[in-house]
């Protein structure tokens, strides 16, 4: 009953960081359309690529374009 219990609880925290990396993903993604006036899934396509020419996984590379994105959005507007 225990190994039972165990191997749900790894279920469930893959499942929790799957959902996490699926967030990121979905926040990058419309950060680099917005920003860059591309569709969801032409942002898609770049975030893929940049991740396979980098050697990365995807929900990485996401984590710095929202990190990014955030750190960005606190310098403007700069005259103020």
Do not use: F, M
Not at 18 to 43: C, F, M, P, W, Y
Not at 74 to 79: K, M, S, T
């Amino acid at each position: 009953n225990r190994g039972y219990q165990d191997r749900l609880l790894v279920k469930v925290k893959k499942l929790e960081e799957n959902l996490r990396s699926r967030r990121e993903i979905e926040r990058a993604v419309k950060l680099l359309a917005e920003r860059h006036g591309l569709t969801d899934i032409q942002a898609y396509e770049q975030i893929r690529r940049q991740a396979t020419q980098k050697r990365i996984s995807i929900s990485e590379l996401c984590g710095v374009i929202n990190s990014a994105g955030s750190i960005l959005d606190g310098l403007w507007p700069i005259d103020q």
